[in-house]
């Protein structure tokens, strides 16, 4: 069972590691993201929006400290769908549950890597919540953060399916932008 466990994670490092190489290739166009957790591009006519402390900013300005934090929030969904099927108080509820269990676990960790989380809040079905991981992380503290995240209960989608990432580095530089 736990090399069964240990091949399965090691296919889920490998095909983020592979789907960041591309993501890199791709940051330079700001028309389009590629999502290494669906292997797929997603595209818009303008551009993505970027934000700053809740501020529209045209680059961000990439940090070479090592930090372990929330590095960025990637919204899948059109505005239209997400406002029509959550509120920011949800929102902000879901980003807070995570940051916490994060800090709780990660806060001390020596090792660095990526960890990448996409909700899929669904209308009348179960929520998809699905993890990524990238570099060095301690697998046994990967673990425990996703059993704890999956025991968590998060609002369901009022209208649309949503989707959205949360981006976290632990002990690990900003990703060029």
Same mark, same amino acid.
């Given at each position: 069972?736990?090399?069964?466990?240990?091949?399965?994670?090691?296919?889920?490092?490998?095909?983020?590691?592979?789907?960041?190489?591309?993501?890199?290739?791709?940051?330079? *166009?700001? &028309?389009?993201?590629?999502?290494?957790?669906?292997?797929?591009?997603? =595209?818009? $006519?303008?551009?993505?929006?970027?934000?700053?402390?809740?501020?529209?900013?045209?680059? #961000?300005?990439? *940090?070479?400290?090592?930090?372990?934090?929330? $590095?960025?929030? #990637?919204?899948? *969904?059109?505005?239209?769908?997400?406002? +029509?099927?959550?509120? @920011?108080? +949800?929102?902000?509820?879901?980003? &807070?549950?995570?940051?916490?269990?994060?800090?709780?676990?990660?806060?001390?960790?020596?090792?660095?890597?990526?960890?990448?989380?996409?909700? $899929?809040?669904?209308?009348?079905?179960?929520?998809?919540?699905?993890?990524? #991981?990238?570099?060095?992380?301690?697998?046994?503290?990967?673990?425990?953060? +996703?059993?704890?995240?999956?025991? $968590? =209960?998060?609002?369901?989608?009022?209208?649309?399916? @949503?989707?959205?990432?949360?981006?976290?580095?632990?002990?690990? @530089?900003?990703?060029?932008?």
């Amino acid at each position: 069972m736990k090399a069964l466990h240990l091949i399965i994670t090691l296919l889920i490092v490998s095909k983020f590691c592979l789907g960041q190489s591309k993501f890199e290739n791709d940051t330079l *166009s700001r &028309d389009k993201y590629y999502n290494p957790i669906e292997n797929r591009t997603y =595209r818009t $006519e303008g551009s993505f929006k970027r934000y700053r402390n809740g501020v529209e900013v045209d680059t #961000i300005q990439r *940090s070479l400290k090592k930090e372990t934090k929330l $590095e960025r929030v #990637i919204l899948l *969904s059109s505005n239209e769908e997400l406002n +029509e099927s959550i509120s @920011i108080e +949800e929102f902000k509820t879901i980003k &807070d549950k995570i940051d916490k269990i994060f800090i709780d676990l990660f806060g001390e960790s020596k090792q660095s890597g990526k960890i990448m989380i996409q909700f $899929e809040l669904k209308k009348d079905i179960d929520n998809v919540i699905r993890f990524s #991981i990238r570099d060095n992380l301690d697998l046994n503290i990967m673990r425990k953060f +996703e059993k704890r995240v999956l025991s $968590e =209960r998060f609002p369901k989608s009022n209208k649309y399916t @949503i989707k959205f990432q949360f981006i976290y580095k632990v002990n690990s @530089i900003d990703d060029k932008n």
